[in-house]
């Protein structure tokens, strides 16, 4: 009798213990899953250094993108303001714009993020901010010059990053090197130049910051 009872009380004792350790599991296991699904979450998150491209709709724009054969003709920096974030961007002058308003100003509201592969501590962060400060108000270069008393949106994210980390994204390249054969492209140089091109300025175009081998691409907004 007794070996007839004892299997079925460890029968019984064992499905207790199973019960128990599954209650125990299930909460730890959901926490796992909610901490996994805020790190994504907040991995697309915008943060301080961003760098966020957009077709602008400006007269220059589709110049642009023909002359670097690239969707992107605006890019500025991500700040985060009041726990809000603004865009420090080069247009008339240099300002910092609601991202919301920036964005209305792109082809469609549609934009790409990009970040260093390694992100930005908080005083790498501080130098970027401390580096806008002497840009902000400066004019807007419409000859893409590399003087720095006027300034045009990717020579603004390019010095910015260079001279607050030593970080260059992408080489500068020569005005004949894009490609000045279409007729928009032309009609646009006339404008600006007349007979007089400098070829051979240093000029940084969002193209060559957007293919910047350091950056990574961590979101589109469409």
Not at 98 to 113: A, N, T
Not at 144 to 150: A, I, M, S, Y
Not at 155 to 171: F, S, T
Not at 179 to 201: F, H, Q, S, T
């Amino acid at each position: 009798m007794n070996g007839a009872v004892a299997p079925r009380a460890c029968g019984a004792l064992s499905v207790s213990l199973l019960a128990l350790l599954v209650r125990r599991m299930i909460p730890s296991a959901l926490l796992v899953l909610v901490l996994l699904g805020r790190t994504a979450a907040a991995s697309g998150q915008l943060r301080d250094g961003d760098i966020v491209f957009q077709s602008s709709r400006s007269g220059q724009s589709l110049a642009v993108q023909l002359a670097t054969h690239s969707p992107y003709s605006h890019v500025g920096i991500v700040f985060m303001r009041d726990g809000k974030p603004f865009v420090y961007e080069a247009v008339a002058t240099v300002r910092y714009t609601p991202l919301e308003e920036w964005r209305k100003h792109g082809d469609g509201g549609r934009y790409v993020v990009k970040r260093l592969k390694t992100p930005l501590d908080a005083a790498q962060v501080e130098k970027l901010r401390e580096a806008a400060s002497p840009f902000e108000g400066k004019p807007y270069d419409l000859y893409f010059e590399w003087t720095g008393e006027r300034i045009y949106c990717s020579e603004l994210v390019w010095k910015m990053y260079d001279q607050a980390l030593g970080v260059r994204l992408g080489e500068l390249q020569k005005l004949r090197e894009f490609d000045l054969g279409n007729d928009v492209v032309r009609a646009k140089i006339r404008e600006r130049y007349g007979a007089n091109v400098p070829l051979d300025e240093p000029v940084i175009s969002p193209a060559r910051l957007f293919a910047a081998p350091l950056l990574i691409e961590v979101e589109q907004k469409k």
